[in-house]
């Protein structure tokens, strides 16, 4: 995104007190309705307690149409404290062994720890031309792996993955970008939305699908 250079609070400032909620939020560079709360990055950061950051959502939801809480891989410390209050888990996976196996340990927290009832999968870094060749899973056998629904399928673009960074742009704000990349996220939006928008692989990945 970007915004590296202009975090100044962060959200252990905000629940210890040390400043405003308003204060710690930044505003994206192409959109002012879209803010964002940084995570602390101390060496030796203060655990967020899941009681305080359930207050902090819900103080947040009376202000923000949406919210997202963006964790890290696998179930470690602040896990909790992610999920407290949270309407749907979005467990995002590559289609290799070692992701599918901490995304399936995952999902069962989610059921059984948390009761988080929607839970949304989204597949990251999908080759196309192993997906064809069979090197790597397709849908259809990740969705034999995990009982949840799947909003979205990501195609990996080193490249373009590495100009958006050094840019501090995300993908869909390129320019002279392929359309039917723009039009796979927005999609994939579409679906968190609830809207009934199947998976189709000719469009989302650009690919025929495996017989």
Not at 105 to 122: E, G, M, P, T
């Given at each position: 995104?970007?915004?590296?250079?202009?975090?100044?609070?962060?959200?252990?400032?905000?629940?210890?007190?040390?400043?405003?909620?308003?204060?710690?939020?930044?505003?994206?560079?192409?959109?002012?309705?879209?803010?964002?709360?940084?995570?602390?990055?101390?060496?030796?950061?203060?655990?967020?307690?899941?009681?305080?950051?359930?207050?902090?959502?819900?103080?947040?939801?009376?202000?923000?149409?949406?919210?997202?809480?963006?964790?890290?891989?696998?179930?470690?410390?602040?896990?909790?404290?992610?999920?407290?209050?949270?309407?749907?888990?979005?467990?995002?996976?590559?289609?290799?062994?070692?992701?599918?196996?901490?995304?399936?340990?995952?999902?069962?927290?989610?059921?059984?720890?948390f009761n988080i009832a929607?839970?949304?999968?989204?597949?990251?870094?999908?080759?196309?031309?192993?997906?064809?060749?069979?090197?790597?899973?397709?849908?259809?056998?990740?969705?034999?792996?995990?009982?949840?629904?799947?909003?979205?399928?990501?195609?990996?673009?080193?490249?373009?993955?590495?100009?958006?960074?050094?840019?501090?742009?995300?993908?869909?704000?390129?320019?002279?970008?392929?359309?039917?990349?723009?039009?796979?996220?927005?999609?994939?939006?579409?679906?968190?939305?609830?809207?009934?928008?199947?998976?189709d692989l000719s469009i989302?990945?650009?690919?025929?699908?495996?017989?």
């Amino acid at each position: 995104m970007g915004l590296e250079s202009r975090i100044i609070s962060n959200v252990v400032d905000v629940l210890t007190n040390r400043c405003k909620l308003n204060s710690a939020l930044i505003k994206d560079k192409n959109n002012d309705l879209y803010l964002l709360l940084p995570a602390a990055i101390d060496k030796r950061p203060r655990h967020v307690k899941s009681e305080e950051m359930r207050r902090l959502l819900i103080k947040m939801r009376n202000e923000f149409d949406y919210i997202i809480i963006d964790y890290p891989t696998g179930i470690g410390e602040g896990f909790e404290s992610a999920l407290k209050g949270a309407d749907k888990a979005i467990v995002i996976i590559k289609p290799d062994t070692f992701s599918i196996r901490w995304s399936d340990a995952i999902i069962v927290a989610l059921q059984k720890q948390f009761n988080i009832a929607s839970q949304l999968l989204l597949i990251n870094q999908l080759k196309p031309d192993l997906v064809e060749k069979g090197i790597m899973l397709d849908i259809d056998a990740i969705k034999e792996i995990f009982p949840v629904e799947v909003i979205g399928l990501i195609p990996w673009d080193f490249d373009l993955y590495m100009e958006s960074l050094a840019y501090g742009l995300p993908v869909v704000k390129r320019k002279n970008l392929n359309l039917s990349i723009i039009d796979n996220f927005n999609r994939i939006a579409r679906r968190l939305l609830d809207e009934d928008i199947p998976i189709d692989l000719s469009i989302d990945l650009g690919i025929k699908k495996s017989r």
